[in-house]
């Protein structure tokens, strides 16, 4: 089936978002070398996780959800939440010259960001789960857990912007 076949622009632009965060979590930090790129790699990673929470959230609150999307939303949040430790690499803080929300905490607590890490990938593979069985009342429930393990993580790990 072609793009053309598809429907409209929104479909071709979520299949290729869909295709670079994917890439995203499957390289990883791996093709970047230096801090500057690791940072740059890590904060790319999180705009992947923010689109495909959005676009997993606008599903769900529909009366009938595409299951195809939710499915493959889930199931690619649950790809970047396995990769996400490996975001940050030691010495990829702040002092490279690269603005970076990343707080001291992440290296200085190791185990608790692992487990903070943990939580967030227990918590996608519920939504897998959900999604997998058409569930949509329990989307919703695992959606606000996954919202818990994100905020839970950000207030720990994360410095606040002025902005928030």
Do not use: Y
């Amino acid at each position: 089936m072609s793009f053309t076949s598809i429907g409209s622009g929104g479909v071709r632009r979520r299949m290729l978002l869909i295709g670079a965060a994917w890439m995203m979590g499957a390289v990883g930090s791996a093709g970047a070398t230096g801090i500057p790129q690791i940072v740059h790699a890590r904060q790319n990673h999180f705009r992947a996780l923010g689109r495909i929470t959005k676009s997993f959230r606008d599903q769900i609150e529909r009366s009938r959800p595409n299951w195809r999307i939710v499915s493959s939303d889930t199931s690619r949040l649950e790809r970047l939440a396995s990769a996400l430790p490996r975001w940050f690499p030691a010495g990829s803080g702040k002092g490279h010259g690269v603005k970076t929300r990343a707080r001291a905490a992440i290296w200085e607590r190791p185990q608790a960001f692992a487990r903070a890490a943990r939580v967030l990938l227990d918590r996608a593979h519920g939504l897998t789960q959900a999604a997998a069985s058409h569930d949509l009342r329990a989307l919703r429930l695992h959606i606000r857990g996954l919202g818990q393990a994100c905020d839970s993580c950000h207030r720990r790990f994360r410095a606040r912007s002025s902005w928030w």
